[in-house]
């Protein structure tokens, strides 16, 4: 799907430009193979690690301390946006994106070859928190190279298709991720615990080397080349950014936080509350996670494209008010444990309470900052959104579950403060579509 929707792109205007179909395709490819080795940690925070990690006479209990571990990951990501942002502003966004797609293939690759709390103990447990510390970090850094190689190479009237045509390797992630743990799931209940969950994590490894590969091959964006002929390298990025431009720094966070929750609560704590408060089988959810990331490789670039007609402001609008008016409704129709209810409520959910602002967010964050900041000003904004809402909700959804003796209307109110929250960011952002990049 990738391949076909990059295929008729045409060539960058700018001189000296590569062509946009291998742009595009590159970032894509790289960027799927991180979402994979990200995401496959959500799915298996729900099946596998409450129980060989965090064991507990409580499944609650462990459930929690699971998705306290999945929200480390998140927390980390800030991080690596600080890190890879400061070097992707001085010394080029190409060379970053080599090297935070090796720092998560090692870090998935090494979760799957840990031993078990059964096996050594509380090490068990201190050695997977560090492995997803490792994934935060390159993820942290990754997102906002992968993006930039896109946009700054992009029409002005047509960088919000083809910005968002990047976060197609997020449903490409999700979709390998969701489709390897459903294949490895479908196996006896003894050996997907013993062995099979190790295989997804494995597979890291492989497709690290495929990734390495195409990003290998791409040049340096125009816009960074410009920055250092004009001699405008920043010295210190990130500290530019927060000290200076608080601004759109805060904007891009707040735009990022009803996304990311609706994101980790349809995809994630959904597994979890599927399967142990409503008692279903994994594959009721999962097929419904994995319809709707075959749906996000169509919806996501039909919302970049209409960002480019409409406005980004007017697709955060109406993002905005459909996670408002669709809080509750979303666990009235989990609660009917009804397969196909279930499946359209989560692809509903993901299309228009994630991927409306996932896909025009990447064009968006990266146009409020200047090309001398943008790479820590983008990365910044949307890992700091992502730590703070989606790092957290899992946790927080199944701590609100437990304290209110399993009713959900406590969830439904967090997704609604959320989505007034990028609400009042989305007021408060400009207009940028259309218009010349700094």
């Keep these: 799907m990738s391949m076909a929707s990059t295929a008729a792109l045409p060539a960058a205007p700018e001189t000296g430009a590569p062509p946009m179909r291998r742009v595009v395709t590159s970032s894509v490819v790289g960027t799927a193979v991180e979402w994979y080795d990200f995401l496959i940690y959500g799915t298996a925070s729900a099946l596998v690690f409450n129980k060989l990690f965090f064991p507990s006479s409580d499944p609650a209990v462990g459930t929690i301390a699971a998705f306290a571990t999945y929200a480390v990951g998140f927390l980390a990501r800030p991080l690596g946006a600080a890190i890879f942002g400061h070097f992707g502003d001085r010394v080029g966004r190409k060379k970053m994106l080599a090297a935070t797609i090796i720092i998560m293939g090692v870090g998935t690759f090494l979760i799957g070859c840990l031993p078990t709390y059964s096996q050594i ?22 997102w906002g190279g992968a993006v930039l190689m896109v946009v700054e190479n992009a029409p002005d009237r047509r ?18 991720a969701t489709g390897i743990f459903a294949l490895m799931a479908s196996l006896p209940e003894s050996d997907f615990l013993l062995w099979a969950w190790r295989i997804p994590f494995l597979l890291s490894i492989l497709l690290v080397g ?11 964006t125009p816009a960074f080349r410009a920055v250092e002929a004009g001699r405008e390298v920043a010295r210190l990025p990130v500290v530019e950014v927060i000290l200076q431009h608080p601004r759109p720094f805060l904007t891009a966070v707040g735009l990022k936080l009803s996304e990311i929750a609706w994101a980790s609560v349809a995809s994630v704590f959904v597994i979890s509350y599927v399967t142990g408060s409503l008692g279903l089988p994994r594959s009721v959810v999962l097929n419904g996670i994995f319809a709707a990331s075959t749906v996000a490789l169509v919806s996501i670039p039909l919302f970049g494209w209409l960002s480019d007609l409409v406005g980004r402001k007017t697709m955060f609008y109406a993002s905005c008010l459909f996670c408002i008016a669709f809080a509750f409704p979303f666990f009235w129709l989990l609660d009917t444990r009804d397969p196909t209810i279930i499946a359209v409520a989560i692809v509903v959910a993901i299309s228009f309470g994630q991927m409306i602002g996932f896909g025009v967010g990447a064009p968006f964050y990266s146009e409020l900052f200047a090309a001398r900041l943008r790479y820590s000003g983008a990365s910044l904004g949307f890992q700091i959104g ?24 406590p969830i439904s109110l967090y997704l609604i403060a959320a989505a007034l929250i990028t609400l009042i960011a989305t007021a408060c952002a400009p207009e940028t579509a259309g218009k010349p990049l700094r």
Excluded: K
């Excluded at 103990?121 to 990754?142: D, F, M, N, S, T």
């Design 121 to 142: 103990g509380v090490w068990a447990p201190v050695l997977l928190v560090l492995l997803r510390l490792l994934q935060g970090i390159g993820l942290g850094g990754e």
């Design 159 to 176: 960088r919000g298709l083809f910005g968002s045509l990047v976060q197609i390797g997020n449903p490409i992630g999700n979709l390998a």
């Design 210 to 220: 495929v990734g390495l590969f195409i990003r290998m091959r791409l040049e340096e």
């Design 386 to 409: 992502a730590a703070i809402s989606g790092g957290l909700t899992p946790f927080a959804a199944a701590s609100l579950l437990a304290w209110s003796g399993g009713a959900t209307w």
